[in-house]
Each structure stands twice: as C-alpha cells, then as structure tokens.
C-alpha cells in the first residue's frame, strides 16, 4: 500500500520503527514474534470499520458509558478497532469542519458504516425539538441511518424512545426504528447502555459480518436473554421469603431480596446480574436498590411508580409464582407496545394504565384458573 | 464590514449548542449562544411519585450524572421536612466529590485539551526532550524517553493510516496553536492514561452506588447502600479500602499530571488570561455539608455573590432575586415575555418561532434558543468552578485561598486574571485539588461514625406517602461540577404537581434579556480576536472553559403558584 508508506515518510516515520511498534503489539498480545509481518500487514490495510455517532435528545449518559469501555479500552477501541468519524463530544472539529468529516465518511463508506444512534428523535413542531448545524434530527437520522450498513441504538432513549417519549411525551419523541422501520436496528437499552454489551454487538458484527440473534424488541439475546430474576444473586431469598422490609434495616443489610421495596427484576430481560457494571465491581441490587427495568420498552411509564411492588405477586416466593410475577409485568409491557406503538403509547399514557389493568384482569383470571 | 459566522454543532461538549457570531477586522463584535434541544422533562415528571422524581431528574444530564439526583431528593426532603442520618450525607459527599474530580478531569483532557494541544505536531517532538520536560515539571512515573517513543510511535501508526477518526480535520496547524511538539507529546500521552484514570477512579461510584453513568442508590430521606462492617453485602473495611485506593488514584494524576499541565501550558497561552471574561459576575450556593446539622448547615464550599468582579465584597445569596426572562427564547408568558418570574411563578407553553429547519442562520433579533435568561438581581451570572473559587477566595477559604495563591505565584500573575477564559480553566484545576484532598477528610467522619456501633442510612419516618401533608413545596440546591443547580417541587396529594430546575449552564448559556443584555457566553466572546474564521478555534476555547452542558440548561418551568421559601438558606 503505497500510500500507507508514503504517509510514514511524510511523517518521519522510518519502516524500521514501525516494524518495531508492530512486534511490540505482538508481544503485548502475546503472539509469536514470526507474527509481527502479518500484524504489519493487517495494521497496513487497516480495516477498521468507520463509524458515525449521533446524539439526538439524549443525557450523554451512553457516551459516557462508552468511556469506560474496558475490553478493549477506549483508547484502544478509537486507536485500533473502529475509525471514529464523527461523535460530537469527543471529536476535535466543530461546526463546519465536524459537518465535513460526517459527509466524507458517508460519501466513501455508503451503505458500509456503522451508525451508532444515542438519544430519542423528536418529530414534533417539525424537528425543531432538536437540531445539529440547522437540520432537524429527523432529516439526520434518516439521511445518516438511511446509507447506514448497520444501525446500533444505544439505551433506552434511541431504542424506544425512553425518557423523552415517557408520557405525555411533550416533543414527539421516538426511537430509531419507529423513524426508519425497513432497516435493521440492533437495540441496546438500558440507561445508559451498558459498554461491555456495546464491544460485544461490534465485536460480534466484526467477527461474524452480521447482527446478532435479536428478540422481538431487536435486542441482542446474548445480552437481553435472560430475566434478572433468574440469575439474581439475591433469588434465594426471594425463594426463602426473605425481604427488605425497611431502607438499611438488617435484611438490607444482610443482602436479602428487594422485591418488596420495587424490584423489577422479575420483569425484567438484561444481563446486568452476570456482566454487572464498572467491569464487573457491582450493579443496582448488589448495592441495596432495585432494578428498575430500564431495559423494557416504555419503562418510565409500564415500570413506574418506582418503589411500588409488581402486581399480583403472593408474598412468599415459590417458583410458579415468580415466573408469573414475570410473564404479567412483561405482559403488559408487551402487549402496550405491540397494540399501540411507542408513538401512540407515549401520547395516551390512559392506554398504559387499561392494558396493565387488562393484563391484571387476565392474570387474576388465570391464577382463579389454576387455583 | 461584519461578516457572521456559525459554529453549530458546538463540539466537545455535552449536548447541542450553536454559536452564532460577528467577526470585524479579525475580532468579535457580537455573538448569539443558541441551545438546539428540548425535552419538556419537568411536564414528563407531573403526577408522579416525588421519590420517583431523582431518577427522571437525573437523566438531565449522563455527564454530570449524580447532580440532579442530589437536587431532586434534597428538593423533596425540603418539602417534607426529612433530615437525613450523618452516615448518607457523608455518602453523598464523597460521591459528589469524586463526580466533580472525575468531571473536571475528562473536561481538561478530553473536552478542552485539543484547543490547546496540536495531536499531529506531537509526531515531530524528541521523545528525548518530551522526557526531560516531563521529568523536570512532576515526579509522575512515566517519563522515560522509550515510554514517550511509544506513544509517538502509535499515535504515529494510527496518523499514518490517513482515518484520523475523532482527530479528522482538528485544528492542527492552526496559527494560535502555540505548544512546542515536546509540550503536544506529553498532552497526547497524559490524554490517552486520563483516559484510564478517570474510568478507574469513578468506580467509587460503583461502589457506593451501584453504577456509573447514573448510579442507582439515591432515596429521599438518605441513600440506598447499606452500612455494615459486618456484612458482606454493605459498606464494609473492605469497601472502604477499595475507595481509598481509588482516591489515592486519583489524588496522584491531579498533583503529578493535571496540575503540573497547567502549570506548564499556561505560560504559551498568557494573553487568554485577558480574553474571555464576560460580566464578571458570580454567584455559588455554596455545598459539602461537614456537621452533624447536615444539609443545608456546615457548608465546606461557601456560597456568595460577586458583582462586576468586586473580590472586596462578597453579598449572601437571596434566592427571591432571581427571576428569568423569555424574551429570547422558544416560550410565552402569560402577561407578556417583557417581564421576568421567579422560578416559582414560572410558566409552561413553550412555541418554537425560529427557522423552519433546514436553516442557515437563526432569528437572532427575536427568540432563538431553548433556553431561558436567568438573572439575579437582574444580573447576567457567571456559575461554575470559577465563581465558587473566587467566592471562597475572597472570604478567605484556607485551602482555596493558599491553591490560588499558589498557581498565581508559579505564573508570576495577580488575581486579575481570573476573570478570563485561562482563569476559568486554572479555576477548575485548582477545584480539582482541593476536592481530591478534601473527600479523604468525608470517609474518615463516615468510618468514625461507623465505629460508634450507627449503621444508619435512611429516614424511614416520611418513607410512606401516607404521612405527608396534602400540599408540600420545597427546593434543593447543589454546587455541581459545572456550578450553581437548584430544582423547586411541589406536591399535592402525594404526587409531582410541579416541577422546575434552574441549572448551571441555563445561567452561562443565557439569551439576552429584554433590555438586550447578553448572557455570560455571548458577552465572553466578545473581542475575542479570531485568526481564521473558517477555522474559528478560539470560540471553542472560551466556549469550552465554561464546559457547557445543553442537555441540562433546556427546561421548562412550570405554573407554580405563589410559595414562599422554605429552605433555611438563600
């Protein structure tokens, strides 16, 4: 590649000194040093994917998140693995400059890049909710997204439009796959989103040149497979009927189940009780707070008020009743988005309220049922 | 002749901000701060649960992630009059102490150091003398001409790729880049392990608090992490010394790196200590509770008012003089946007007049920006590291004082300079140190309170709804890494009736009010010289010394009634 050797003489960098950086690389991921040519070579072609992140109406709390990526590290992931093109809040150009590197990379990538979507996008007073360089962030989403080999939504926010579109959401808030549904969007909610599950879908497109296997609600099943409550490292209180009854009282100090004190891990798809958070140091109810459910579409309507119990659960825990506590709550969840949409479900939060009644109505049935 | 330019987006911060400006004879003559996105979160948060209220709240901003939780919950305990266990503020300190350490330090490395530092010209530095630079500026451990060789060797390999990737068509080459290529070596390098440090040292938050971005562990009435040195699933010995470690951590990259970078930056950019200075007013709330009174009593940062730059005369805060102003913004009031209303007779309807987007410019002699023009005393004000640092310089605050002290001496300059861009960026480095020192002093009082046999961290008295009166109000005020935040609640019948922030960057981000007095970034800009204006990185300079966050500064204020204050300051 002699383009690649004339910008190493431009820049005073002697072949011989790079083959040095490249045997040092082999060294520190402990290859032979016989790879050393082959790591040049693929160093020369380069192929790291570019990439292009877009914030829309969001806290930055998914970036945020990206910058304590670990496996690999940020800087490795920006130096080695992806070329990231355009991301407002780390990249050195701004405005017209910032405008340029976005239109170069979608001009010399079409349809190869990966688009990484953080934040809701508003389509209310026609886009002027939210604008970058004039443009509202629908013509962005769907301009940038729209030439996209692949869309990446990461939290809650991009995924479902989250926080914005809670009701009445006030802007028209809507996630990435409601503005551009013939495309292939890979969710990643949670809020924020958590890294590691990040590494893990680039990792996976990489490796394997395609999405990973999705659920019904486009999230990858090797991070959203499994319910929180059935890998929960406080499940065996639940199932011993021991509870926190009080804020620091000696269950809570003890570790015993949240349940009583709004846990919606029984709700709940993530894999927050294996990964955890922090490269692996804790997460929500390893550190005395339930579980939220930021991962589920819709959670600041369906899994609110916070601190208020999952219905229809008997007091003590036994294995049928906890798999119902979970297939009600994911019930209404469920059933709210596919029947109205995240659109209509946002601007009706009335519907939220009869399809949890509904859902409550057909669970108390089943439980007379069964009973 | 004027010729107006735009900078939109406004990079390397957090959210969406465009500026828009005038340039005659290479300096700036007039300029517009226009916030690009709104959310409507406090009509989101009305007719639910105000213990639920932290959690909405602290999606305001995923940066200054723990901030608006703390607002919320003291908000909320103001209003039902709950008085929290020594142990939860001790917590609650210390996490408000790492997120300002942790901020500050991202901010200098990662969001402001690339106006200064020339990422290409580190590829023609001598690692030699980058190791001697480094060596002769700090003890810092790594400082050998091979380490130096390294980092110059893969910043070199990834130059040479051509995809420049975040770096792609950064300022390099630019005439007001100063740094010789040893100086942009040493900031490259610094820049890629702030990088690791600051990810390591916010995993006290994790520690503490579950997670990090937005830890989940804030309660109304105390915090959520149990205390028990007996336990394994609360704080204990063990967790303790992990934080330790963290702090340590952190306490050496601040004294070995940070401050020592700023040290030795300045000088290559001295005339920045005369540019930027805006108003030259300030207002901190003052924050860090230290006695058993706990919040808002015993305030380790002390709050104040400075006008027009006066340090002899330090005002207490009232809060009933601040009032905002929609004159300027994207939102109407009842009886008519000349008029400006105190937060709690603040008004909803919100009605976007600008542009249809796509646009070129915005309607910048009419309303053109998301965000409204607060004003105290009906003053433009300045918040963030820098007001809190001259409020406590002038009242004499022992560690701030003798930090100032310091750096001024090092740079052979008097207090003056603080009024600028530069002092603005030293302001917040100086915080950073005092703060790191400071948050052993808070783990130390929660382990000495610990070893009294109290393992307490909530007030459970006010837990159920059912004790709260059918009508509360209260606010809660916070010193944020980025300046003064307060947030108002009010509750009827055990839910959110009202909600309203007033944030830090609402005050630096302001519009003109309407007697067309520009807020604090606009009046900053001007006269700032601009070498080139199609690569106008001095704007970003003075836009990223106040380390703007949009995402925060967008609220809507809601009707709010006629409330007297509660708190027991301001």
């Not at chain 1, 990643?188 to 040149?209: A, Q, R, S």
């Not at chain 2, 009082?445 to 009508?471: F, Q, R």
Request: with cysteine; proline share 6%.
């Amino acid at each position: 590649m002699s383009n690649f050797k004339e910008m190493l003489a431009a820049h005073n960098i002697s072949r011989r000194s790079f083959l040095k950086y490249c045997s040092a690389l082999g060294a520190m991921m402990a290859v032979p040093a016989a790879m050393t040519p082959r790591i040049a070579a693929a160093l020369e072609s380069d192929n790291r994917p570019p990439v292009i992140w877009l914030e829309f109406q969001s806290c930055t709390g998914d970036t945020m998140s990206m910058l304590l990526a670990n496996r690999p590290s940020v800087g490795e992931l920006i130096l080695d693995h992806i070329s990231l093109d355009y991301h407002e809040t780390v990249m050195a150009a701004a405005g017209d400059q910032a405008e340029a590197s976005k239109y170069a990379t979608m001009e010399k990538y079409k349809g190869q890049y990966i688009c990484i979507v953080e934040g809701s996008i508003p389509v209310g007073a026609d886009g002027a909710f939210c604008t970058t360089a004039g443009k509202s962030a629908i013509d962005i989403m769907k301009h940038v997204g729209g030439n996209a080999g692949v869309i990446i939504a990461v939290g809650s926010c991009s995924s479902y439009g989250g926080l914005p579109a809670a009701y009445p959401n006030p802007t028209g808030a809507v996630g990435v796959s409601d503005l551009l549904p013939g495309k292939t969007v890979i969710n990643l909610p949670g809020c924020p989103m958590n890294v590691d599950n990040l590494t893990g879908t680039i990792v996976h497109y990489l490796t394997f040149g395609s999405a990973p296997a999705m659920d019904r609600f486009g999230r990858p099943k090797f991070a959203y497979g499994k319910r929180i409550h059935d890998n929960c490292e406080r499940r065996g209180h639940f199932d011993a009927g021991q509870y926190v009854e009080n804020w620091g009282d000696s269950g809570h100090r003890e570790g015993w189940c949240l349940y009583k004190m709004g846990c919606k891990g029984p709700a709940s798809f993530h894999n927050c009780p294996t990964l955890r958070w922090n490269e692996g140091l804790s997460w929500p109810v390893m550190a005395g707070h339930g579980c939220v459910g930021c991962s589920e579409p819709g959670f600041f309507d369906t899994m609110m008020p916070m601190y208020g119990r999952l219905p229809n659960v008997p007091g003590f825990g036994v294995e049928s009743s906890a798999l119902r506590i979970g297939g009600t709550i994911v019930g209404a969840s469920a059933a709210v988005f596919a029947t109205h949409g995240a659109v209509t479900l946002a601007r009706n939060w009335k519907q939220v309220r009869e399809a949890k009644e509904e859902t409550r109505e057909i669970t108390k049935e089943t439980t007379d049922a069964e009973e | 002749m004027a010729n107006k330019i735009v900078v939109d987006p406004v990079t390397r911060i957090e959210g969406h901000l465009r500026i828009e400006a005038t340039i005659e004879n290479g300096v700036i003559t007039d300029a517009w701060s226009s916030a690009t996105m709104f959310r409507g979160v406090e009509t989101i948060l009305k007719n639910r649960d105000p213990r639920d209220a932290w959690y909405y709240t602290q999606r305001f901003c995923g940066v200054c992630t723990t901030v608006h939780s703390l607002a919320s919950i003291r908000a909320v305990e103001n209003a039902l009059n709950i008085q929290i266990p020594f142990n939860a503020e001790m917590i609650r300190n210390v996490i408000m102490g790492i997120q300002n350490v942790q901020d500050h330090m991202i901010h200098f490395y990662h969001l402001h150091a690339l106006d200064w530092v020339d990422v290409v010209s580190a590829l023609s530095a001598d690692p030699k003398k980058t190791a001697a630079l480094q060596q002769s500026i700090s003890p810092w451990k790594y400082s050998s001409e091979k380490y130096f060789q390294g980092i110059q060797n893969r910043v070199g390999a990834f130059v040479s790729t051509g995809k420049l990737g975040p770096f792609t068509n950064g300022y390099w080459g630019h005439p007001a880049m100063k740094l010789p290529p040893e100086a942009n070596l040493m900031a490259v390098a610094h820049y890629l392990e702030a990088l690791h440090v600051q990810k390591e040292i916010i995993k006290i938050q994790a520690i503490l608090g579950s997670k990090n971005p937005h830890p989940q562990t804030f309660l109304v009435g105390g915090m959520s992490i149990p205390v028990d040195p007996n336990s394994q699933n609360a704080i204990n010995a063990d967790k303790i010394a992990q934080i330790r470690q963290y702090i340590a951590m952190a306490r050496e990259f601040v004294e070995q790196v940070y401050i020592p970078d700023v040290l030795a930056v300045a000088p290559f950019y001295l005339e920045w200590a005369g540019i930027g200075g805006g108003h030259r007013n300030y207002l901190s709330v003052g924050d860090f509770p230290e006695g058993r009174r706990g919040y808002p009593d015993d305030f380790w940062m002390p709050a104040g008012v400075i006008m027009d730059g006066d340090l002899s005369n330090v005002m207490p805060v009232d809060q009933q003089k601040i009032t905002e102003y929609v004159t300027h913004s994207w939102y109407e009031y009842s009886g008519g946007d000349g008029v400006g209303k105190h937060p709690y007779e603040g008004e909803t309807n919100w009605k976007y007049t600008g542009p249809k987007p796509p646009y070129d410019f915005l309607d910048t002699d009419n309303k053109y920006s998301w965000v409204k023009a607060p004003r105290y005393d009906d003053k433009p004000m300045e918040v963030g590291p820098l007001s809190r640092m001259l409020v406590a310089y002038a009242l004499g605050h022992k560690e701030v004082t003798d930090t100032v002290n310091l750096v001024l001496g090092k740079l052979g300059v008097g207090p003056e300079v603080l009024f600028s861009t530069l002092g603005r960026t030293a302001a917040r480095a100086v915080e950073t140190l005092i703060m790191i020192n400071k948050m052993s002093d808070w783990l130390d009082a929660l382990v000495a309170n610990m070893k009294t046999g109290d393992y307490a961290i909530h007030n459970n008295e006010k837990w159920d709804p059912s004790t709260w009166p059918s009508n509360a109000r209260g606010f809660g005020f916070h010193e944020a890494p980025r300046g003064a935040l307060g947030h108002w609640v009010i509750i009827e019948n055990r839910n959110i009736k009202n909600y309203q922030a007033v944030v830090p960057t609402t005050w630096n981000a302001s519009p003109r009010d309407p007697a067309g007095v520009r807020g604090q970034y606009e009046e900053s800009l001007i006269g700032t010289p601009i070498a080139d204006p199609e690569r106008p990185l001095e704007i970003l300079r003075t836009m990223h010394s106040f380390d703007p966050c949009m995402a925060c500064a967008v609220h809507l204020y809601d009707e709010g009634g006629n409330l007297v204050s509660k708190a027991k300051i301001l």
